[in-house]
C-alpha cells in the first residue's frame, strides 16, 4: 500500500524560506511532483522531478524554488526561498508509479505573511 508523509510546512514571513519534505513508501515511483491551491484558485502544478532527476518549474517559482529527491529513502523536498504572499497555499505532493497512476499526499499548509 503506497503512504506519502509531507511535512515541512507552516507560517513565514515574506522573504523568508521553507522546506517541505514527502516520503513515500509501498512502491517504486517514477516522478514526483509538488502542487499548491490556494484558496478560491485551483490546483496547479509547482515543480516536478523524474527518475532522471529532471526538473520542470513553474514560471511563477522559478529562480526561488528547488526540487529535490533522494531515491534511497522514497523522498522528494521542495526547498523554498523568497517566499512571497501569493505562494501561500496548502501544496499538496504526487507520486507516480506508471505514467497513468499516482498517489496524492494529505496536503501542508504554507502561509506567506508578515
Known amino acids: 500500500q503506497v503512504q506519502l508523509a509531507e511535512s515541512g510546512g507552516g507560517l513565514v514571513q515574506p522573504g523568508g524560506s521553507l522546506r517541505l519534505s514527502c516520503a513515500a513508501s509501498?512502491?517504486?515511483?517514477?516522478?514526483y511532483s509538488w502542487y499548491r491551491q490556494a484558496p478560491g484558485k485551483q490546483r496547479e502544478l509547482v515543480a516536478t522531478?523524474?527518475?532522471?532527476?529532471?526538473?520542470n518549474y513553474a514560471d511563477s517559482v522559478k529562480g526561488r524554488f528547488t526540487i529535490s529527491r533522494d531515491n534511497a529513502k522514497n523522498t522528494v523536498l521542495l526547498q523554498m526561498n523568497s517566499l512571497k504572499p501569493e505562494d501561500t497555499a496548502v501544496y499538496y505532493c504526487?507520486?507516480?508509479?506508471?505514467?497513468?497512476?499516482?498517489?496524492w499526499g494529505q496536503g501542508t499548509q504554507v502561509t506567506v505573511s508578515s
Open positions: 509501498g512502491s517504486i515511483f517514477s516522478i
Open positions: 504526487r507520486v507516480f508509479t506508471t505514467p497513468a497512476y499516482s498517489y
Open positions: 522531478i523524474t527518475s532522471g532527476s529532471s526538473t
